[in-house]
């Protein structure tokens, strides 16, 4: 809980101070406070879900119940618009998910439910955040709509910190740092993420997203030593190798 509220609290800072640097209007377009505080609740609802689920159930296991959730965007999306999702683009997706339960190295062993309803209610919810986000900032600033949205993210956090939730914030240089770290990764990848959604739409960019854990595990090797088996890195490269047949077939048409 201490992390998410660290991450969104910094989010929604930063970005205050980066936005009014730039001289970007903060103001939110006559009908979408309803669509951000609905997007803000559900980052909500994600963050602690997600965090809940590796509670109960391996980390990997969580994460490949929750990297469903493209699938999740891609059948809204579809039903949204009266029409079927393309079989490239599921096939590409299967193709990202089994590769990805190689590079996490999933053992499902004994499965505790409230573990897999976690991981499917986060799942869920960043599903429709994407969703809504992609429909909210049509003709509008992403950046201004991310700071919306982390802000109403980190009201809710510091709310519920208030009524009585207990925090714990490192207590060494090391844990600050980490939480420092951390909390850069989270600003920079949800830019990106809501930037990548006004430009090539919340199909495309949740695809994308696909290579987030191989990301994370190439900074591991080159920063920790840390290293991979060969079966690892066979699912990595079935990973990358779907999303770029997918990006490249909708660059070709």
């Known amino acids: 809980f201490t992390v998410s509220l660290a991450r969104t609290g910094f989010f929604a800072l930063a970005l205050l101070v980066a936005l009014a640097v730039m001289g ?35 980390l990997g296991v969580a994460i490949l119940i929750y990297y469903t959730y493209p699938f999740m965007i891609s059948g809204i999306v579809a039903a949204m618009e009266h029409r079927r999702p393309p079989a490239r683009r599921l096939a590409a997706m299967l193709a990202a998910m089994a590769g990805l339960a190689f590079v996490l190295s999933v ?87 809501f930037g990548g959604i006004a430009r090539i739409g919340p199909v495309r960019a949740s695809l994308i997203d696909y290579g987030s854990p191989i990301w994370a595990i190439a900074f591991g090797i080159l920063l920790l030593g840390e290293h991979m088996a060969a079966l690892q890195w066979a699912g990595a490269s079935v990973v990358i190798g779907a999303i770029f047949l997918d990006q490249f077939a909708d660059f070709r048409a």
């Open 24 to 58: 970007r209007r903060l103001g939110v377009p006559k009908g979408q406070w309803g669509a951000r505080i609905a997007i803000g609740v559900m980052m909500v609802v994600q963050l602690l879900t997600v965090l809940a689920a590796i509670e109960f159930i391996p």
């Open 107 to 193: 053992d499902a062993g004994s499965l505790d439910w409230r573990g897999i309803a976690c991981a499917f209610i986060s799942a869920v919810s960043f599903a429709f955040i994407i969703v809504l986000s992609g429909r909210s900032m049509a003709g509008q600033d992403s950046t201004v709509l991310a700071f919306h949205v982390m802000g109403v993210a980190a009201l809710i956090l510091a709310a519920i910190a208030a009524a009585g939730q207990p925090l714990a914030w490192p207590r060494g240089m090391t844990g600050w740092t980490m939480l420092s770290i951390s909390a850069l990764c989270f600003l920079s990848a949800t830019v990106f993420l």
